[in-house]
């Protein structure tokens, strides 16, 4: 059972280099969120996808740019990532619905030098 | 808006009785509470819907006061794996899950 699958795990970049953080799911979501989380801090919305072909704004979007490919993946891009992007990113995914769990992957830790 | 969850920090011996809460200033139709064990992802433990349904883990209660916009989460006979931080998600009517700041847990011997 694979869930909400992250790549890389790892990635150092220097500044003005861009990334993409990938992100897939098996579990037939309609939504699928990207999170960061910086050292002691909280989880802060970067973009959410409520469904294929959509997605929104969430608490943190400036600097990042994403993708909802098809129903199953949702990618993050970074075009010139900034020291300040240095954080662990966490993609996550769910049903549609109130009462909807949602699961997260494992993470991807950046680091911008 | 950003839920608000108190305290920020606790520190519990093991069989002690921990209370985390949540509130918002915007009307809430569900509450997350999710638990993070450091360099791991977070883990889903309950969801409480409006009207008071709820749905979760089996040691682990909480409460949802829709009036009053909180949420409080109860931890009884605390035990040394439920360290970690614990964070309250709103879910606004968009479908965006926007969390708390979190509550570090950690439990002693």
């Known amino acids: 059972n694979a869930g909400v699958t992250q790549t890389p795990k790892f990635q150092v970049l220097k500044t003005g280099q861009s990334m993409t953080l990938q992100c897939a799911q098996d579990m037939n979501h309609n939504s699928m969120y990207w999170y960061r989380q910086d050292p002691g801090m909280g989880l802060r919305l970067i973009y959410y996808s409520a469904s294929e072909g959509t997605t929104d704004k969430g608490e943190v979007p400036n600097g990042y740019n994403v993708s909802r490919l098809n129903k199953r993946e949702f990618s993050l891009r970074l075009e010139s990532a900034a020291p300040s992007q240095t954080s662990v990113y966490f993609c996550?995914?769910?049903?549609w619905g109130q009462g909807a769990t949602i699961y997260f992957g494992e993470g991807s830790w950046l680091t911008v030098v | 808006q950003q839920p608000v969850q108190s305290p920020q920090a606790v520190i519990l011996r093991e069989g002690e009785d921990a209370v985390i809460n949540c509130s918002s200033s915007?009307?809430?139709?569900?509450v997350h509470w999710y638990r993070q064990k450091h360099g791991e992802a977070p883990v889903f433990l309950m969801i409480?819907?409006?009207?008071?349904e709820q749905k979760g883990h089996e040691k682990i209660s909480a409460s949802f006061n829709e009036k009053k916009q909180q949420s409080s989460l109860y931890l009884t006979a605390s035990q040394l794996s439920y360290s970690g931080t614990y964070f309250c998600g709103t879910l606004d009517d968009t479908g965006k899950l926007i969390f708390g700041q979190g509550t570090t847990l950690q439990v002693k011997p």
């Open positions: 409480l819907l409006k009207g008071g």
């Open positions: 915007k009307a809430l139709y569900s």
């Open positions: 996550a995914s769910s049903e």
